[in-house]
């Protein structure tokens, strides 16, 4: 417990992990919603599980991610001028942040009964998420020059 930085980076993977299975698990929800149109008993499920994963588990993992993080960059001393690589993981985080941003608007589009997005659309996009945390984590691991 003499180790608050240590405690707090292990607060951060924690919820970088909860907010990243969200971000795997939600596109994948989108895509059996967009297939099964039209049956309204199995669309009012997906509904609610939609709406419990943003509202209980992406939405506070992902804030708390993106606090974390700044206190830690805050708190490790990587100030001005940041190393390079941690410019391009704050550039992979707003995109992962868009991404989740993306993930709402389509999740209220299901909710208001106008989206048009296929299942294949939605099979894609949930390729992305992986594809940034697998630069977060190189960057992290290896701080590249």
Known sequence: MSDPYGWLKAFHILAVISWMAGLFYLPRLFVYHSENAGKIEI???FEVMERRLLKAIMRPAGLVSLVSGLVLVHLGGWGHPFPAWLVWKLLLVVALTGFHGLLEVH??????????????????INEFPTLLVIGIVCLVVLKPA
């Open 43 to 45: 669309i009012s499920v």
């Open 107 to 124: 999740a209220k589009r299901f909710r208001e009964n106008r989206e048009v997005k296929s299942g294949r659309y939605f099979r894609v």
